[in-house]
C-alpha cells in the first residue's frame, strides 16, 4: 500500500512557464517531506526539503508548498528551463521513527519544451 | 560522488546464477539502503541497514539478501537470479534515515 502517491506520471511545459508537481500521502505520522531530482543514467539527487511546521520553503526556483490538512505537497518551478527535464520523486518520513526510512512516490517524468 | 560507490556500474548474468552488487561509502553513514528502480514502480526499497549487522527487509526483498559485515559496504545478493530481477539497483546511504539520502549513481543489471 504506497504512503506516497504522485499520481501524474508525465508533465510537459513549455520553457518559461510554472511547472507544478504534486504529491499526496497517506500516513500522519509523516513529518518531512522532499523532492528529489534525477536524469538518466544518475542516482537521484536531493533537490529541496520542507519540515511539516512550515507550510512553504524556496531555493530559488523552486518552490515546495504543504498542505497538511490535505496531507499534499506540490513543487512549484518558476521559470522552467529544458536543464529541469528529468524524473522527480516526492519522498516523506517520519524523522521520530529509528527506522530512518524515506517513502517515495512513484516520480513524475518533467519535459520542458523550448 | 558524495563518498558513495557502486559496483560494478553494468552487469549481465544468465538466470539461476549468483549475482552480487557493492555498495561502498567513505562518510562513516549509519544508514544504507539498497532500491530498484523499474518504470511504473519508481524507487522501490529491497532491504536496508541500520548499523553494522543490522539489516531489515523492505518491500520487494524476496529473492534477496544483504549483508553488512562494516559500516563502509552494504553487499546485495541475488541468490538466483530471474528475468524479473532486470532492473537499476541503486544504493542509498544517511547519517539520520529520514532527513534524507545521498544516492550512489547506480548498477544496471540484465538477466538473460
Known amino acids: 500500500d504506497q504512503q506516497v502517491k504522485q499520481n501524474s506520471p508525465s508533465l510537459s511545459v513549455q520553457e518559461g512557464r510554472i511547472s507544478i508537481l504534486n504529491c499526496d500521502y497517506t500516513?500522519?505520522?509523516?513529518?518531512?517531506f522532499l523532492w528529489y531530482k534525477k536524469y538518466p543514467a544518475e542516482g537521484p539527487t536531493f533537490l529541496i526539503s520542507i519540515s511539516s511546521i512550515k507550510d512553504k520553503n524556496e531555493d530559488g526556483r523552486f518552490t515546495v508548498f504543504l498542505n497538511k490538512s490535505a496531507k499534499h505537497l506540490s513543487l512549484h518551478i518558476v521559470p522552467s528551463q529544458p536543464g529541469d527535464s528529468a524524473v522527480y520523486f516526492c519522498a516523506a518520513s517520519d524523522r521520530g521513527s529509528t527506522l530512518g526510512r524515506l517513502y517515495f512516490g512513484r516520480g513524475t517524468q518533467l519535459t520542458v519544451w523550448p | 560522488d558524495a563518498g558513495i560507490t557502486q559496483s560494478p556500474r553494468h552487469k549481465v548474468t544468465e538466470t539461476g546464477t549468483p549475482v552480487t552488487l557493492r555498495c561502498h561509502q567513505t562518510e562513516n553513514h549509519r544508514y544504507m539502503y539498497w532500491y530498484r528502480q523499474d518504470p511504473g514502480h519508481g524507487l522501490r526499497l529491497i532491504h536496508y541497514?541500520?548499523?553494522?549487522?543490522?539489516?531489515d527487509k523492505g518491500e520487494v526483498s524476496d529473492g534477496y539478501s544483504v549483508s553488512r559485515s562494516k559500516t563502509e559496504d552494504f553487499l546485495l545478493t541475488l541468490e538466483s537470479a530471474t528475468s524479473s530481477q532486470t532492473s537499476v539497483y541503486f544504493c542509498a546511504i544517511s547519517s539520520q534515515g529520514g532527513y534524507g539520502y545521498t544516492f550512489g549513481s547506480g548498477t544496471r543489471l540484465t538477466v538473460v
Open positions: 541497514s541500520y548499523g553494522v549487522k543490522d539489516t
Open positions: 500516513n500522519s505520522m509523516f513529518d518531512y
